[in-house]
T-cell receptor, first 111, second 110 residues
Framework: SQTIHQWPATLVQPVGSPLSLECTVE??????LYWYRQAAGRGLQLLFY??????ISSEVPQNLSASRPQDRQFILSSKKLLLSDSGFYLC??????????FGQGTRLTVV | QKEVEQDPGPLSVPEGAIVSLNCTYS??????FMWYRQYSRKGPELLMY??SSGNKEDGRFTAQVDKSSKYISLFIRDSQPSDSATYLC??????????WGAGTKLIIKP
């Protein structure tokens, strides 16, 4: 089965600072990769998905960007964080819309 | 109207009870239905996956899909305190995107 590695687990960043969250996948090749954000008490919001190296689709226009430099690496970035970027960020891997394996998440607090 | 509706709870039941968790949806194109369990401050983990209508059983867990009513359920038998978590339903039409419910917080009281 697949394993999703995601770090860091917790991050506190000041407004206006840059962000880089990394996700790597084990146990599969050429996975579909996803970045989600989860607000407290709410469902998951899809931010980006990727079906291959260099192929990124954005679901929500915002202050964030994603990149996939390697087959099993997915990076979420921001040049300048906003307060509204706070949340629980999850990386996932799976078949097209059928199921997904999740990492343990990064809790980001922008102060 | 949201595409997927799920009561946020919390739902509190005594240990050993049968738990029923539900989601309704509006998109008749959905073919894949999933239930995830999420413990506090952790990523979701896939519990059950069902294609189209019908029932699926795995140990103490049973997933039901009624496409005619656009209604899915997850039943937990002999509930345990370790089942306390947030349960998220998700569904898709087989394309890249899962549509998620908001999650139901379940509390099993010893």
């Amino acid at each position: 089965s697949q394993t999703i590695h995601q770090w860091p687990a917790t991050l506190v960043q000041p407004v206006g600072s840059p962000l880089s969250l990394e996700c790597t996948v084990e146990g599969t090749s050429n996975p579909n990769l996803y970045w989600y954000r989860q607000a407290a008490g709410r469902g998951l919001q899809l931010l980006f998905y990727s079906v291959g190296i260099g192929q990124i689709s954005s679901e929500v226009p915002q202050n964030l960007s994603a990149s996939r430099p390697q087959d099993r690496q997915f990076i979420l970035s921001s040049k300048k964080l906003l307060l509204s970027d706070s949340g629980f960020y999850l990386c996932a891997s799976g078949s097209l819309g059928v199921e997904a394996f999740f990492g343990q998440g990064t809790r980001l607090t922008v102060v | 109207q949201k595409e997927v509706e799920q009561d946020p709870g919390p739902l509190s039941v005594p240990e050993g009870a049968i738990v029923s968790l539900n989601c309704t949806y509006s998109n008749s194109a959905f073919q894949y239905f999933m239930w995830y369990r999420q413990y506090s401050r952790k990523g979701p983990e896939l519990l059950m996956y069902t294609y189209s209508s019908g029932n699926k059983e795995d140990g103490r867990f049973t997933a039901q899909v009624d496409k005619s009513s656009k209604y899915i359920s997850l039943f937990i038998r002999d509930s345990q305190p370790s089942d306390s978590a947030t349960y998220l339903c998700a569904m898709s039409a087989g394309n890249y995107q899962l549509i998620w419910g908001a999650g139901t917080k379940l509390i099993i009281k010893p």
